[in-house]
């Protein structure tokens, strides 16, 4: 009917009802534009942000602080041990709507960091579940969501997070290979039968004709006002294909960056600006 999020049943029955039932899809219309100043209804824009730390403690006050000001809720992404070094502002994030989950970046014995496909699933299972237990110890509650670095995730993982009782799984990337295998192609959220949790694909941008998942750390090579630039028209591009926007930023980079500090107020600025909802991952699926 050219009115969007109204489906339109094709019922058979009687010729009376019919009539009457083409008067009222007639009237809808009218009165809907009516409500909407002249236009017809139309989908309130969605961004779901993901803000991921586990070191920074400065660079993550600065980007929570520009949420919160805004009232914006988001997905907080954090290893046990940051969560344990900054309890008061995890469960205020929490108290004031935002989805504490767990950021899983796996470290060899020098150091230096991996991904979670390199590790054996008994390696795997031990470090998520202290991660998983250590998050849960400062917020009192269960940890319902699960992310890794680089999206690098296999079998193993899926297992690990089904096993741990993750309902969300982030640790993926849209229209990509770096889904479970059948979901290449996925872009919205989707559940598989062999795994009890459901995989919430990152947005894929592109950029010079290269894709990407839609993270600051993705695209560190723009420039800070090419990287602003980028982020509002993803965001015009989903809005206009009536679809919520993902996007990661981490604070240790984006927060310490001034440019790209910048790019990232303007982009809240510029989100709030078009009537933008803030979404969490659970309001995502909902």
């Known amino acids: 009917m050219g009115i969007k999020g109204i489906r339109v049943l094709q019922i058979k029955t009687p010729v009376m009802f019919q009539a009457g039932l083409r008067c009222v899809l007639l009237v809808l219309p009218a009165c809907l534009a009516g409500c909407t100043g002249g236009t017809a209804l139309e989908q309130t824009p969605m961004v779901g942000l993901q803000i991921t730390e586990y070191t920074d403690k400065m660079a993550f006050y600065r980007i929570t602080d520009e949420l919160r000001v805004r009232n914006i ?116 959220p989707y559940q598989v039968d062999d795994y009890g949790f459901w995989a919430v694909p990152m947005h894929c941008a592109e950029w010079e004709g290269e894709r990407q998942a839609f993270c600051d750390n993705s695209f560190a090579d723009l420039t800070a006002e090419e990287w602003e630039s980028l982020l509002k028209s993803e965001l015009d591009r989903m809005d206009t294909a009536d679809q919520p926007l993902l996007v990661e930023f981490h604070s240790y980079q984006t927060g310490v960056d001034e440019g790209r500090f910048q790019a990232f107020v303007h982009f809240l600025d510029y989100a709030v600006s078009k009537g933008v909802r803030f979404i969490t991952t659970t309001e995502y699926l909902e």
């Open 73 to 188: 809720t988001a997905t907080i992404l954090v290893n046990d041990t940051f969560a344990a070094d900054n309890p008061y502002l995890i469960r205020q994030l929490d108290d004031e709507g935002c989805e504490i989950m767990v950021f899983a970046r796996p470290t060899q014995a020098d150091g230096s960091s991996t991904t979670m496909s390199k590790l054996t699933y008994e390696e795997q299972y031990a470090f998520v579940s202290q991660l998983k237990s250590g998050v849960e110890a400062v917020l009192g509650k269960p940890v319902t969501g699960f992310q890794c670095t680089q999206f690098d995730e296999n079998a193993d993982t899926y297992k690990v997070v089904n096993e741990l009782g993750f309902q969300y799984n982030l640790g993926f990337v849209a229209e990509s290979s770096q889904n479970i295998p059948g979901h290449e192609d996925a872009i919205l």
